[in-house]
Structures are given as structure tokens and as C-alpha cells.
């Protein structure tokens, strides 16, 4: 088998919406730079994603040289959002953690509240490095985390993917298969593992970046939205929970926590640590 090689690198400047995938990204302390750094919130301050709001894939965010994005959606014209001033922030909500951010300006609320016929905020993470902790069962003190669900990055493997669609042509929603890796809407993808392989890694490098694996990640029904199309199914969850359950979780992919900063690069060894 050869050795893994990093296969793609994906970022998501706003949380749920399409990402992109440049050549190469600079790896920062709480994940990629410009990843899941803006967040959409309900008039509660609580996030809102894919989950309840499929349509959200079909929208996207152009990561702009400062910070700023652009952006684009079916039926919409285009709007440019730049970072919001620090004038103060608001107490928005991510699951379980209260976080303060910035909120954008109010065009950027209107575009996105008649976008989805329901009142919603865009928000801005303004610091990084102090505003959210990773969960400290599996973090070191000072570790932090952008607005991404839990941790820094995100990595799968094509084989896995591969391994997975072979599965669900075995079972009751074969015709829903094979699902593209966009579904699980990973930051890195490893080309040249063994199916499952990533189950076993401790700690991996990407090119001059190292990085401690902190857990499986636990799926949900967004991995059954088909992002091209806002629709939805049932694949890969009722394959997952026969094959890959662990307890109330379905896995697929594994949860990083970057131990030094550094650019990874499309075609970057990926070298297995422990």
C-alpha cells in the first residue's frame, strides 16, 4: 500500500455552509485559518445549522483576503461581508458552550433571514485564541476551538469512505449510494490508509504539522443532507448504526488538535505518529 498523502483540504468560513477547497491552508491553534470563523444564530443567540436547515448547503461563503466573505445563494444576489468592527459582543450559543462573538452588519442578517424565511443573526468569532475551550476531557489547558462542532480539525480517509459506500450497497438504501465525501464535510482527507486505519492513530503529522487525534466523531443527520440538492435520505446513518456505532454514537472520522502551527498542503505526507 503506499504511503498516505494528504488528498484534499477543505474549509468552511461560515458553520453549515458549502465550503471550499484550496491547494494548501495554514493551520492555526483552533483549527484551519478562516474555518467555521462565522456562524448564523437564532434571535436567542442559539447557532443554526444543516440540522433543521437543510438549505443552508446550497449557500456559500467566499473566504476573502481580509476576513471578510462573500456571499452567494440560490435566488440571491451576491453580498459582500466584512469583519465586523470590535464594539462589542453579543453571548451566542454552540451546543453546550456560551461564546461571545461580533455581530456582522445588518444587510448580512437580512440576506440570510429572507434566505431562509426565518429571523436569524450572522455573527463573527473576533478572538480565537480565548474565546472557546475545547472540551477538557479531551484537551490540554489553553487548547482552543473556532466555532467548528468541537475540535480544531476534522480528518477522514478516502479508503474508509470507500469501505463505508461498500456497505450501504449491501444494505436497504443501496440506491442512495455512493455517497461523496462532501457528506461529512471533513478539513482534511487522507489518500493511501487502510479502511479504518484512522480508528488506531494517536497522534499523525500533515506535511510540518503534527496533530494529537482527541476522538472519534460522533455523526449526525447532516451527513444524510445530499449537498448538492438540500435533500435528504437515510445513508449513511442506518449503516453506520450497524457497523460503526459506539454506544449512542455512529462514527466516521476523527477529531484533531493541532500541536504546532504550520501550512499542509494538497500532496503533503501524512505519517502516522503513534
Known sequence: MPNPVLHAVHVYPVKSLAGCAPGEVKVEPWGPAGDRRWMLVHPDGKVVTQRPQPSLALARAEPLPDGGIRLSAPGRETLTVAVPEPAGTTCVEIWKDKVEAVEAAAGAHAWFSDYLGTEVRLVHLDDPAS?????PDYAKPGETVSLAD???????????????NSLIAQGDHADEGPLPM???????????AAPWAEDDWKRIAIGEVSFRVAKPCGRCVVTT??????????????TLARHRRSGDK??????LVPENTGTIR?????EILE
Open 266 to 270: 494538497v500532496g503533503d505526507p501524512v
Open 225 to 238: 443532507t445530499d449537498q448538492r440538492t438540500a435533500e435528504r435520505g437515510k445513508e449513511p446513518l442506518r
Open 182 to 192: 462532501s457528506r461529512f464535510r471533513p478539513n482534511a482527507v487522507v489518500d493511501g
Open 150 to 164: 468541537g475540535y480544531p480539525l476534522l480528518v477522514t480517509t478516502l479508503a474508509s469512505l470507500d469501505a463505508l
Open 131 to 135: 474565546r472557546r475551550a475545547i472540551d
Open 250 to 255: 455512529l462514527l466516521f472520522g476523527q477529531n
